[in-house]
C-alpha cells in the first residue's frame, strides 16, 4: 500500500537504501511549486552555470564540506528535492542527507531526463527564492549581491540598490530587463550606482529613494527631475505610497551604538515595508536593532543585515528577528560575517531563515 501512495506522485523508495524517495520528473517538478521544498542541485558550478532547474541552489556534492555547507543553507524542516546530471550523484547526496536527518527527494535521471521530457532550465546563475502572494500570484527574488534584490512580480521587474559592481563580483543589468520600480535605501556606494541606475532605467521607471540619493540624481523632493527619465519619489522615514498594485512604507534606518553613529545617521536612510498582493516584505537597509524595529508588524519576508561596524552583529539580528518574527529571514549585506550559526540560534522561533550569497 504504501509503496502504490508513494507511485501516485511518482516517488518510490530508493532501493537499498530506504532513507530518502525517488521521484520521476513529473513528481519533482510537483514538488517544486511546494513552498516547503528546497531544490539543490549538487553537480559542479560549472555544471551548474550551463544550465539549471529555476531555483536550485548549487552546492557540490563532491565538494569535502558539502555536508558543513549544506547544514548552513537548508533548513532541516523542509523537504530537499535534489538532482544531477543523471541521478547518480544526487542519490548519494540524497542519502548523506537524510543521513543528517532532511527529508530528501532524488530526481530519477537527473536533468537528462528533465530536459529529455522537454521541461525548462535556465541559466539565471543567482539564487532565487519563489513565494505567492494571497491571490496564487508569484514573487521571485533574485539574490545579486550583498544589497542588491532582483523582484519578479506579475510581470514587472523591482530592483533594491542596484549597484554594478562590488568587490570582484559585477552584475550584468544591461541583460536584465528594464526596471518597473527601484528602490534606493541610501547614497553609499554599495547601494547607490548612477550606472546601474542608468540601465535599469526607461521613461517608465519609478524611483523611491531618501532624499540623500535624490539630490545625487538632481531629484527635488517631490516627482520630477529625474536623470534617466521616468519618474521618482523622495520619501522621508515614516512616508509612504502606491505604486500601482504594490505599497511602500519608508521605515528608519540607522546606528544607535557609540562610535557608530557617523555611518548611518538616525533620519537620514530608509528601509522600506513593501505590500505585494498581500506579501508583505521588510526590507531593512543598513541599520541596527533600533527601537522601531518594534513598530514592524505582519512581515513574511524580511532582509536584515548582518556586519560589523556598519549594521548589525549577528546577536542584534537574531535579537530583531526575534521581535519582528518574520515567516522567512535572509541575512543580507553580511560582507565576510560569518552568518551561518543564525539558522540554529532561530531554530525554535518559527522563523525559516534562508543564507543566500549576500556577501
Not at 544591461?174 to 541610501?186: R, V
Not at 540624481?217 to 509612504?240: E, F, I, P
Not at 519576508?301 to 537574531?318: R, S
Request: aromatic share 8%.
Amino acid at each position: 500500500m504504501i509503496t502504490c501512495l508513494l507511485a501516485t506522485f511518482g516517488l518510490t523508495t530508493a532501493c537499498g537504501q530506504a532513507n530518502y524517495e525517488n521521484a520521476d520528473v513529473k513528481g519533482f517538478a510537483e514538488l517544486m511549486i511546494d513552498p516547503n521544498v528546497v531544490v539543490l542541485d549538487v553537480r559542479t558550478a560549472d555544471e551548474f552555470k550551463d544550465g539549471h532547474l529555476e531555483g536550485a541552489l548549487n552546492i557540490d556534492q563532491a565538494q569535502s564540506d558539502f555536508i558543513e555547507k549544506a547544514k548552513a543553507v537548508l533548513p532541516t524542516d523542509k523537504t530537499i528535492a535534489v538532482y544531477c546530471r543523471s541521478g547518480r550523484r544526487s542519490s548519494s547526496a540524497a542519502g548523506r542527507l537524510a543521513t543528517e536527518g532532511y527529508k530528501a527527494v532524488n530526481l530519477k535521471g537527473g536533468i537528462l531526463a528533465w530536459k529529455e521530457a522537454k521541461m525548462p532550465v535556465t541559466t539565471d546563475t543567482y539564487e532565487v527564492d519563489v513565494f505567492k502572494t494571497k491571490s496564487g500570484k508569484t514573487v521571485k527574488f533574485h539574490a545579486l549581491v550583498h544589497a542588491s534584490i532582483r523582484i519578479e512580480y506579475d510581470g514587472q521587474e523591482i530592483e533594491i540598490d542596484p549597484v554594478t559592481k562590488l568587490g570582484n563580483k559585477t552584475i550584468d543589468y544591461s541583460a536584465m530587463p528594464k526596471a518597473d520600480y527601484i528602490f534606493l535605501t541610501h547614497e553609499h556606494g554599495d547601494h547607490f550606482d548612477k550606472e546601474a541606475i542608468k540601465l535599469l532605467s526607461n521613461e517608465k521607471t519609478q524611483l523611491v529613494m531618501n532624499k540623500r540619493c535624490g539630490e545625487r540624481l538632481r531629484v527635488g523632493d517631490d516627482t520630477s527631475g529625474m536623470m534617466y527619465g521616468g519618474s521618482c519619489a523622495v520619501l522621508y522615514n515614516d512616508q509612504s505610497a502606491t505604486l500601482g498594485d504594490i505599497t511602500v512604507e519608508a521605515v528608519p534606518a540607522y546606528n544607535y551604538s557609540e562610535g557608530h553613529t557617523q555611518f548611518h545617521p538616525k533620519g537620514r536612510d530608509n528601509g522600506y515595508i513593501l505590500t505585494i498582493d498581500g506579501l508583505r516584505i521588510y526590507i531593512a537597509g543598513d541599520t541596527e536593532d533600533i527601537p522601531e524595529i518594534q513598530n514592524i508588524k505582519d512581515i513574511d519576508i524580511a532582509f536584515m543585515p548582518c556586519n560589523q561596524p556598519y549594521t548589525m552583529t549577528t546577536e542584534q539580528l537574531v535579537k530583531a528577528a526575534k521581535t519582528i518574527k518574520p515567516k522567512v529571514l535572509f541575512p543580507y549585506h553580511y560582507g565576510q560575517t560569518d552568518v551561518k550559526g543564525i539558522p540554529s540560534q532561530l531554530k525554535d522561533s518559527g522563523i525559516d531563515v534562508r543564507i543566500r550569497h549576500y556577501e
